[in-house]
């Protein structure tokens, strides 16, 4: 019950950020790796079979609850829901990154874990693939910001319709490209 746990949407100006915690199946998944490394049709590929063959869970820490409380404890809160979705007690959790949420369970932060651990590589396409949808369906609600390509990171076209159609409800007011924007 080894449970890999990594994020996505940490940087971004719009949406929120989303967690996802895996437990490997018995079938090998070859060509997990970190999601960034991948081309969108092999995530693709590679998040139908762990949803086949894994114990997978998703975290999501919305928008509002980022501005209140800061990214950093969003994604936290976000990686703390996805490992408590799973409804399993976990004999440990491995989490990409530096740092971890503070849970009752035995966890170790490992830097670059998303490339070291299949576990956590596999969380972290999990958790891509489901950010990057929602962007999309976002995109559709709230054209203009290119969403489904930029996936709501400060792209050069995104912050000139951030200045040109005013910040959505989906955009992070603390952070400071919307913020600026915001005062003026």
């Not at 967690?19 to 970190?34: P, Q, T």
């Not at 950010?131 to 995104?158: C, E, I, Q, T």
Request: some cysteine.
């Amino acid at each position: 019950m080894i449970v890999g746990v990594d994020e996505a949407g940490r940087g971004p100006l719009a949406g929120p950020v989303v967690a996802a915690a895996v437990i490997l199946g018995e079938e090998d998944i070859e060509g997990l790796d970190d999601s960034k490394k991948l081309s969108a049709n092999r995530r693709a590929e590679l998040e139908r079979r762990i949803k086949r063959s894994c114990r997978w869970a998703i975290g999501i820490a919305e928008v509002g609850e980022i501005d209140r409380i800061n990214i950093l404890q969003a994604t936290m809160l976000a990686m703390t829901r996805a490992v408590e979705a799973l409804a399993v007690e976990p004999v440990q959790v491995l989490v990409d990154g530096n740092r971890l949420p503070a849970w009752r369970y035995p966890a170790q932060a490992v830097i670059g874990g998303d490339a070291l651990h299949p576990c956590i590589s596999a969380a972290s396409i999990i958790a891509k693939e489901h950010r990057d949808r929602l962007m999309r369906s976002y995109d559709a609600m709230h054209p203009g910001y290119g969403w489904a390509s930029n996936k709501g990171y400060g792209s050069a076209g995104h912050l000139e319709a951030l200045r040109r159609l005013g910040p959505t409800p989906l955009h992070r007011r603390s952070f400071a490209p919307v913020a600026q924007l915001e005062l003026l």
